[in-house]
């Protein structure tokens, strides 16, 4: 982040960024990886699995799609909703 910072793009008017863990040590895991953990969890679980997740993280939708398209019998269903307390 120092060296974009310290030698940022020409010719931009704006840009923006998704930063949830900039700057932070902490490790982190991909979300190639979290599809293939999805992936087993799904075929481990017998019955249904229910995610909780952000609607507005599409990458996390994409990787749990993916992760669904993955097994043999594809029997799913993902569908997004507002929470309670989201007056919009």
Avoid: H
Avoid at 59 to 76: F, G, I, N
């Amino acid at each position: 982040m120092d060296r974009f910072v310290a030698a940022p793009p020409l010719n931009i008017d704006v840009l923006l960024m998704e930063g949830t863990n900039l700057g932070s040590d902490k490790s982190c895991i991909t979300e190639s990886e979290l599809e293939s953990d999805f992936e087993a969890l799904f075929r481990q679980t017998k019955g249904r699995v229910f995610v909780s997740w952000s609607a507005q993280n599409v990458d996390r939708t994409v990787t749990l799609y993916r992760a669904c398209l993955k097994l043999a019998e594809p029997s799913w269903s993902i569908s997004t909703r507002r929470s309670a307390g989201d007056a919009r």
